[in-house]
């Protein structure tokens, strides 16, 4: 049984036809319901391309559906089968496949059937194709019978029905100027096909074959083989109707011809191919003399003699030029016949070949009229034409002529000034009307929206403006004026055209200037140059344009702005303004720097040194960069590109005019902006200024901005620091504190300069707690603050406005009252602070050092005790020998350290701190009183010092005693340059100076107390 099984197995797979097994679905009643795949064979698999693996298990109505097919009739037989348990051979069209195949059902065991599948299309079609060509040979047979068309029409329809697959269920009918040529049976139903013909070009009428029932077929009744042949008779059919219609056309003309021929006004020759005459009208038997009956037989040259009436040269028969040129001929305007009787006359004349249906010439017609008097007519306007002709084509202007016809202008005359002005030769207008039209720029096109013709006013001419594109690619203006010529039946129009272009341009110019001007008024810069390049970009009929600025070094660019044009359909980056390049990196697009003079570049793709753009830059063709200078140096660049010709020096004129003009105003909204700047801020600070504080505090002072605070300090010590380190150290330290107070106010808050060393800080929406805290951080923050080793120290006050009871000026009032208590209670401790930083710093640079001070103190106060002075000028000579030398902090570490002698320059810088230490006492209450002995202390007995030259006891004595002290004090301990002088030198050396430089009494009372000055011989010094 196993060994049987694989054997039949076997005999599946290697069996020609497809085989496929079904299980059998009952319903409740034992009716079949469904037919389930079970088993197929690879045959089965190819001829209907469905895989096992994907139909196995499954519903064969269901396949059949979802692959496109008709399952009906198949279906009925399976259940006819499944039932009566016989074999039924039937047949399937697979409309998925476009296949028609046998089908074998057999029953198997109770639950099973099966099915044998062959591929019939071949020979179905080979049947179906036999019952179209025998329709296709009844039909040929029917058009060879001489019949008229009316009857050939009535037999059509019945020859059709045995071309189909069902005959006797077909009718049919033909539909033809309106009748209806029909089969005895014909109806009409749902199941038909129809095919159309065509007469001479035109829908004529069609054919449709109809099936009265339907047939027992899944899907579409008509085959597209039966489609193909009804589309071929339909087609025959109309070629049919054509022959006949012609046939009996011809016939009629024939007859026509005659009478035509016999009434019309010229005269009309035929010959065949060897120049024979054939026929003859009236009208040339008139022109020749010669009877139609004589003619016919003779050569044309015996009948038809003509010569040019300018040389009386025979005239080459224009038959014989026909038949070799195979073309229509005509003769000269200039040529005569003489007729039989010797009369000569002019005539206009005309040949052309006659051929047959194979396109063979068979002969020659020739068409001639008598033009005598119009010749003559046309001699004289010629001359006068030559002489119109003359004046128009020297004229500067272009000058047409055009006609209305059909509403439509037609260009007539075209002086030969064209081709210099527009580039394109009259021919070319002649031949083509609308040529002028389509060179009109597209902007301007709507000037001819409405005929032109329709906007004169009778025996006014009409004059309007528009751009014309010359041949060779570029635009320029045309000022056109028209003035119409009227008669019965013609209208024309002639036309100057001028070439406005430079006036045009000088308008653009100087309208473009305009716009610039006004449009900056209201404008920001980047703006300004938008519309400078919008501007030039339209003048220069360029879609590109940019604008760089140039470093002052002239070695960075900054992209500044491009035109409108450029952004919204060339550029493509992210980042459009702003954008910085080095000079040495760029392309040839910068060599304008480089050469300093503008640059053109007409074929940029060719530059080998062009270098790539960056992605997004638009693509450039052609450019023209120009720089802009200011003072000798290139502060911008301007730049257009793509201009559809070649850039030119007018180009470059034009471009250079308006880069100018903008950076001009570019130049005017920078100092506009500075202007408006400096008016409200504080240049040293950077802070507003009073004037901008006082409107601030005008509009801030509403209820909506309560509660607001008020913050003002003062920078103590300012004046000290002037005088002794000069304004550039105060402006560092007031640039600190600005600095401070903006890293200590939020963005909101106000704050101002309100003078020379006050602030005043604005906050509004702000109580006083929160004020008083931002006072906290500045203190802070100046605590922690020194400039130049100066520390920065300011008084601070704080009031707030809580409700509208007092003013801003009020409350401002209020701060600084609080300001100036915290000032007086902190400015000894200030100025005790400022001047220890001066000190300190002195003694860095010099050899003024604290050891320095209290030796000259000891000396100084040891002559104070001899000469018995009181306590408080003791205290002052303290002082006084502390600050003698503070005048010295303005000058350099170099100069207070030299170790040569000093120039004479350098000599004058020194002279000088008497009176810098002069002022700098000055300047502090609790120094002043020292000021004076401070400036004197380099002044000399006998009058040789400096800086006011006093003599004697003019000196202040505390001043000669400070002199007397640093001289010794310098003698004993010596100075790099200066070596320590022994004992018995400085005696000397005071017993020389006595009465001269120094005071000689004074000198008495030291030298006896030098003893007493803890002289130590071991160190050669003073301790």
Same mark, same amino acid.
């Given at each position: 049984?196993?060994?049987?099984?694989?054997?039949? !197995?076997?005999?599946?797979?290697?069996?020609?036809?497809?085989?496929?097994?079904? *299980?059998?679905?009952?319903?409740?009643?034992?009716?079949?319901?469904?037919?389930?795949?079970?088993?197929?064979?690879?045959?089965?698999?190819?001829?209907?391309?469905?895989?096992?693996?994907?139909?196995?298990?499954?519903?064969?109505?269901?396949?059949?559906?979802?692959?496109?097919?008709?399952?009906?009739?198949?279906?009925?037989?399976?259940?006819?089968?499944?039932?009566?348990?016989?074999?039924?051979?039937?047949?399937?069209?697979?409309?998925?496949?476009?296949?028609?195949?046998?089908?074998?059902?057999?029953?198997?065991?109770?639950?099973?059937?099966?099915?044998?599948?062959?591929?019939?299309?071949?020979?179905?079609?080979?049947?179906?194709?036999?019952?179209?060509?025998?329709?296709?040979?009844?039909?040929?047979?029917?058009?060879?019978?001489?019949?008229?068309?009316?009857?050939?029409?009535?037999?059509?329809?019945?020859? +059709?029905?045995?071309?189909?697959?069902?005959?006797?269920?077909?009718?049919?009918?033909?539909?033809?100027?309106?009748?209806?040529?029909?089969?005895?049976?014909?109806?009409?139903?749902?199941?038909?096909?129809?095919?159309?013909?065509?007469?001479?070009?035109?829908?004529?009428?069609?054919?449709?074959?109809?099936?009265?029932?339907?047939?027992?077929?899944?899907?579409?009744?008509?085959?597209?083989?039966?489609?193909?042949?009804?589309?071929?008779?339909?087609?025959?059919?109309?070629?049919?109707?054509?022959?006949?219609?012609?046939?009996?056309?011809?016939?009629?003309?024939?007859?026509? +011809?005659?009478?035509?021929?016999?009434?019309?006004?010229?005269?009309?020759?035929?010959?065949?191919?060897?120049?024979?005459?054939?026929?003859?009208?009236?009208?040339?038997?008139?022109?020749?003399?010669?009877?139609?009956?004589?003619?016919?037989?003779?050569?044309?040259?015996?009948?038809?003699?003509?010569?040019?009436?300018?040389?009386?040269?025979?005239?080459?028969?224009?038959?014989?030029?026909?038949?070799?040129?195979?073309?229509?001929?005509?003769?000269?305007?200039?040529?005569?016949?003489?007729?039989?009787?010797?009369?000569?006359?002019?005539?206009?004349?005309?040949?052309?070949?006659?051929?047959?249906?194979?396109?063979?010439?068979?002969?020659?017609?020739?068409?001639?009229?008598?033009?005598?008097?119009?010749?003559?007519?046309?001699?004289?306007?010629?001359?006068?034409?030559?002489?119109?002709?003359?004046?128009?084509? @020297?004229?500067?202007?272009?000058?047409?002529?055009?006609?209305?016809?059909?509403?439509?202008?037609?260009?007539?005359?075209?002086?030969? @000034?064209?081709? #210099?002005?527009?580039?394109?030769?009259?021919?070319?207008?002649?031949?083509?009307?609308?040529?002028?039209?389509?060179?009109?720029?597209?902007?301007?096109?709507?000037?001819?929206?409405?005929?032109?013709?329709?906007?004169?006013?009778?025996?006014?001419?009409? $004059?309007?403006?528009?751009?014309?594109?010359?041949? &060779?690619? #570029?635009?320029?203006?045309?000022?056109?004026?028209?003035?119409?010529?009227?008669?019965?039946?013609?209208?024309?129009?002639?036309?100057?055209?001028?070439?406005?272009?430079?006036?045009?341009?000088?308008?653009?110019?100087? !309208?473009?200037?305009?716009?610039?001007?006004?449009?900056?008024?209201?404008?920001?810069?980047?703006?300004?140059?938008?519309?400078?390049?919008?501007?030039?970009?339209?003048?220069?009929?360029?879609?590109?344009?940019?604008?760089?600025?140039? $470093?002052?070094?002239?070695?960075?660019?900054?992209?500044?702005?491009?035109?409108?044009?450029?952004?919204?359909?060339?550029?493509?980056?992210?980042?459009?303004?702003?954008?910085?390049?080095?000079?040495?990196?760029?392309?040839?697009?910068?060599?304008?720097?480089?050469?300093?003079?503008?640059?053109?570049?007409?074929?940029?793709?060719?530059?080998?040194?062009?270098?790539? +753009?960056?992605?997004?830059?638009?693509?450039?063709?052609?450019?023209?960069?120009?720089?802009?200078?200011?003072?000798?140096?290139?502060?911008?660049?301007?730049?257009?590109?793509?201009?559809?010709?070649?850039?030119?020096?007018?180009?470059?004129?034009?471009?250079?005019?308006?880069?100018?003009?903008?950076?001009?105003?570019?130049?005017?909204?920078?100092?506009?902006?500075?202007?408006?700047?400096?008016?409200?801020?504080?240049?040293?600070?950077?802070?507003?200024?009073?004037?901008?504080?006082? &409107?601030?505090?005008?509009?801030?002072?509403?209820?909506?901005?309560?509660?607001?605070?008020?913050?003002?300090?003062?920078?103590?010590?300012?004046?000290?620091?002037?005088?002794?380190?000069?304004?550039?150290?105060?402006?560092?330290?007031?640039?600190?504190?600005?600095?401070?107070?903006? @890293?200590?106010?939020?963005?909101?808050?106000?704050?101002?300069?309100?003078?020379?060393?006050?602030?005043?800080?604005? %906050?509004?929406?702000?109580? *006083?707690?929160?004020?008083?805290?931002?006072?906290?951080?500045?203190?802070?923050?100046?605590?922690?603050?020194?400039?130049?080793?100066?520390?920065?120290?300011?008084?601070?006050?704080?009031?707030?406005?809580? @409700?509208?009871?007092?003013?801003?000026?009020?409350?401002?009032?209020?701060?600084?009252?609080?300001?100036?208590?915290?000032?007086?209670?902190?400015?000894?401790?200030?100025?005790?602070?400022?001047?220890?930083?001066?000190?300190?710093?002195?003694?860095?640079?010099?050899?003024?050092?604290?050891?320095?001070?209290?030796?000259?103190?000891?000396?100084? +106060?040891?002559?104070?005790?001899?000469?018995? %002075?009181?306590?408080?000028?003791?205290?002052?000579?303290?002082? %006084?020998?502390?600050?003698?030398?503070?005048?010295?902090?303005? %000058?350099?570490?170099?100069?207070?350290?030299?170790?040569? $002698?000093?120039?004479?320059?350098?000599?004058?810088?020194?002279?000088?701190?008497?009176?810098?230490?002069?002022?700098?006492?000055?300047?502090?209450?609790?120094?002043?009183?020292?000021?004076?002995?401070?400036?004197?202390?380099?002044?000399?007995?006998?009058?040789?010092?400096?800086?006011?030259?006093?003599?004697?006891?003019?000196?202040?004595?505390?001043?000669?005693?400070?002199?007397?002290?640093?001289?010794?004090?310098?003698?004993?301990?010596?100075?790099?340059?200066?070596?320590?002088?022994?004992?018995?030198?400085?005696?000397? &050396?005071?017993? *020389?100076?006595?009465?001269?430089?120094?005071?000689?009494?004074?000198?008495?009372?030291?030298?006896?107390?030098?003893?007493?000055?803890?002289?130590?011989?071991?160190?050669?010094?003073?301790?």
């Amino acid at each position: 049984m196993e060994q049987a099984e694989k054997r039949l !197995q076997l005999l599946l797979k290697k069996m020609q036809d497809g085989y496929a097994r079904h *299980r059998i679905i009952f319903d409740s009643n034992r009716e079949p319901a469904k037919f389930i795949f079970q088993e197929v064979n690879p045959v089965f698999e190819k001829i209907t391309r469905l895989k096992a693996e994907k139909i196995i298990g499954k519903d064969v109505e269901e396949i059949l559906i979802k692959t496109g097919n008709y399952p009906g009739a198949l279906l009925e037989t399976y259940r006819l089968v499944a039932k009566e348990r016989e074999t039924v051979i039937t047949e399937f069209f697979s409309h998925r496949l476009q296949r028609y195949y046998e089908v074998i059902v057999f029953p198997e065991e109770e639950e099973f059937l099966s099915i044998i599948l062959r591929d019939i299309t071949d020979k179905y079609e080979k049947k179906e194709r036999t019952k179209e060509l025998g329709g296709l040979y009844n039909f040929s047979l029917l058009l060879r019978e001489e019949e008229t068309m009316e009857k050939t029409l009535e037999k059509l329809p019945g020859i +059709l029905p045995s071309a189909f697959q069902f005959p006797q269920l077909v009718s049919a009918r033909v539909l033809h100027n309106n009748k209806s040529f029909s089969t005895e049976n014909f109806k009409k139903s749902p199941w038909k096909i129809s095919s159309g013909f065509r007469v001479f070009g035109k829908e004529a009428g069609k054919i449709e074959v109809y099936y009265m029932s339907r047939p027992d077929l899944d899907g579409e009744p008509f085959f597209k083989e039966e489609k193909l042949m009804l589309e071929t008779i339909s087609e025959h059919l109309g070629r049919f109707i054509e022959q006949i219609k012609a046939r009996e056309a011809l016939q009629e003309n024939e007859e026509k +011809l005659s009478k035509t021929l016999d009434s019309i006004g010229d005269g009309v020759i035929v010959t065949d191919t060897g120049g024979v005459i054939t026929r003859m009208n009236p009208q040339a038997e008139k022109l020749t003399g010669w009877a139609a009956e004589e003619s016919q037989g003779r050569l044309l040259d015996e009948v038809f003699r003509i010569f040019n009436s300018k040389t009386s040269e025979p005239v080459p028969n224009p038959v014989f030029r026909v038949l070799e040129t195979g073309r229509v001929q005509g003769l000269a305007n200039d040529t005569t016949i003489v007729s039989r009787d010797g009369k000569e006359r002019q005539i206009a004349d005309s040949a052309a070949p006659i051929k047959d249906l194979d396109n063979n010439i068979i002969g020659v017609i020739m068409v001639f009229s008598d033009i005598t008097e119009e010749y003559r007519t046309r001699e004289a306007l010629r001359k006068n034409q030559e002489q119109m002709d003359a004046i128009l084509s @020297n004229s500067p202007a272009v000058i047409y002529s055009y006609r209305v016809k059909d509403n439509r202008p037609v260009i007539s005359y075209v002086n030969d @000034n064209a081709v #210099n002005v527009l580039g394109f030769s009259p021919e070319e207008f002649l031949q083509d009307s609308d040529l002028w039209f389509q060179q009109v720029h597209p902007e301007d096109k709507r000037i001819f929206s409405q005929p032109v013709w329709k906007k004169m006013k009778k025996g006014k001419p009409y $004059s309007f403006e528009y751009r014309f594109k010359h041949r &060779e690619g #570029n635009y320029f203006w045309i000022l056109e004026t028209q003035n119409k010529i009227e008669d019965e039946d013609n209208l024309e129009i002639v036309s100057v055209c001028w070439d406005i272009t430079e006036r045009k341009r000088a308008e653009r110019l100087i !309208q473009a200037r305009l716009n610039l001007l006004t449009f900056a008024q209201n404008n920001s810069e980047q703006k300004v140059l938008q519309k400078t390049l919008d501007e030039v970009c339209y003048i220069l009929d360029s879609p590109i344009g940019f604008f760089h600025f140039v $470093s002052s070094d002239e070695q960075e660019l900054q992209l500044k702005a491009w035109s409108t044009k450029t952004l919204g359909s060339f550029c493509q980056l992210s980042n459009k303004s702003n954008m910085a390049y080095r000079v040495s990196e760029a392309g040839v697009w910068v060599e304008c720097l480089r050469e300093r003079k503008p640059v053109i570049h007409n074929d940029y793709s060719t530059l080998p040194n062009r270098k790539d +753009l960056p992605s997004g830059h638009p693509q450039i063709i052609r450019e023209l960069v120009v720089p802009i200078f200011r003072q000798g140096k290139i502060v911008a660049i301007m730049g257009i590109g793509n201009k559809p010709r070649d850039y030119s020096d007018e180009d470059i004129q034009v471009a250079s005019y308006f880069a100018d003009i903008a950076w001009s105003l570019v130049e005017q909204k920078q100092n506009e902006r500075k202007i408006h700047y400096i008016s409200f801020h504080d240049i040293l600070t950077d802070l507003y200024n009073r004037a901008f504080l006082e &409107e601030e505090m005008k509009r801030l002072d509403t209820q909506r901005q309560l509660p607001i605070s008020i913050i003002m300090l003062d920078l103590n010590g300012l004046k000290l620091v002037n005088d002794t380190y000069g304004h550039q150290v105060g402006d560092e330290l007031l640039k600190g504190v600005a600095e401070i107070l903006k @890293n200590s106010c939020r963005q909101e808050d106000i704050i101002a300069r309100w003078g020379g060393d006050e602030f005043v800080i604005l %906050l509004p929406k702000t109580g *006083r707690k929160s004020a008083g805290e931002v006072g906290k951080r500045i203190r802070r923050k100046s605590r922690e603050k020194k400039v130049r080793d100066i520390p920065v120290s300011i008084a601070l006050g704080v009031a707030a406005k809580e @409700n509208l009871n007092k003013t801003l000026a009020d409350t401002l009032k209020e701060a600084e009252d609080y300001m100036y208590k915290q000032k007086l209670s902190e400015s000894r401790s200030t100025r005790s602070a400022v001047l220890n930083a001066l000190l300190k710093t002195l003694a860095t640079k010099s050899y003024e050092t604290e050891e320095h001070t209290r030796r000259m103190q000891k000396i100084a +106060l040891k002559i104070g005790e001899k000469l018995g %002075l009181p306590e408080s000028e003791m205290s002052r000579l303290t002082l %006084l020998i502390t600050l003698h030398d503070i005048g010295k902090i303005n %000058l350099s570490e170099e100069l207070l350290t030299k170790k040569g $002698s000093l120039t004479e320059k350098e000599w004058a810088q020194m002279k000088k701190h008497p009176e810098t230490g002069y002022r700098i006492a000055r300047a502090t209450e609790e120094f002043s009183h020292v000021a004076e002995d401070i400036l004197a202390h380099h002044e000399h007995w006998d009058g040789s010092g400096y800086p006011r030259g006093l003599k004697g006891e003019k000196i202040p004595l505390l001043a000669r005693i400070t002199s007397i002290a640093d001289a010794f004090e310098i003698m004993a301990n010596g100075r790099p340059y200066k070596k320590a002088l022994s004992k018995k030198e400085i005696i000397e &050396e005071f017993q *020389r100076c006595s009465g001269k430089q120094f005071d000689p009494e004074l000198v008495g009372i030291f030298l006896s107390s030098i003893e007493e000055m803890f002289w130590d011989e071991n160190n050669g010094g003073s301790i």
